[in-house]
């Protein structure tokens, strides 16, 4: 069974769930309050996922939230200036329902704005105690050790899966940092002979196999699928359950 991380003393199963899909309504306010008692205590979510709807559902499932429970938001997509991460922010708290958010992450860098202007501005909500942990989402090595010189860096969140391994170094980095690694987009691009044996092997969907091979790639490393279905939510889940053998990893890699 794969070994959970912690996160300012909070225990996480190294499954998430992203919801960039995710609308209110009383089906996906079902999905949540049942992932969360399902054991999944880490969410992922946007300012601008489904125009604040996610955001909106996901505070509407679940205020208050409970101590354990992680959910992680972003602002700064397309404006990466002080007053407008700012603004974004405030309007998270308020569709999360909440004075506080768990990890917030800077959503990528304004290459108008220094990373430094614009994480300053999350730092200095930091300080005020109304964001928990930063993160930051696509950045590269380099900029991930610039991101710290500002502000301490819970989770790095870029886009990797099995078939999409462009941030190799920014994986082992986070591993060597003891940084979460939030890869989005995890089951993107899978498929193939290979992957559906190994599942064949394992008595598992290639959906699970795929997310245990993101598990046994690194320590630190927190897959979040979405999706829509409690279906899928438990399936994802059961990936925690699969140990692969070096060989299985080495033919999947």
Known sequence: MSEPLTLDGIELPRIGLGTNRLTEGPE??????????????????????????SERTIG????????????????????????????????SLQRLQTDAIPLYYLHRPDPEVPLETSLGAISDYRDQGTIRHVGISNFGVEQIERARQVVPIAAVQ??????????????????EAGIIFVPYFPLRGQGGRVLTE????????????????????????????????????????????????????????
């Open 28 to 53: 996906n306010w079902e999905l949540l309050k049942t992932a969360v008692d399902a054991g999944l205590n880490f969410i992922d979510t946007a300012h601008g996922y489904t125009n604040g709807e």
């Open 198 to 253: 190994v599942a064949r092997r394992h008595d598992a969907t290639p959906e699970q196999i795929a997310l245990a091979w993101l598990l046994k790639r690194s320590p630190t490393m927190l897959p979040i699928p979405g999706t829509t279905s409690i279906e899928h939510l438990r399936d994802n889940l059961g990936a925690l359950e699969i140990e692969l053998s070096d060989a299985d990893y080495r033919e999947l890699s």
């Open 158 to 175: 870029n886009h990797y899966s099995r078939t999409e391994r462009e941030h190799e170094d920014v994986v082992d980095r986070c591993a």
């Open 60 to 91: 509407s499932a679940l205020a208050p939230f409970r101590e354990n429970l992680v959910v992680a938001t972003k602002g700064g997509y397309r404006d990466g200036r002080p007053d407008a991460i700012s603004a974004q922010i405030e309007e």
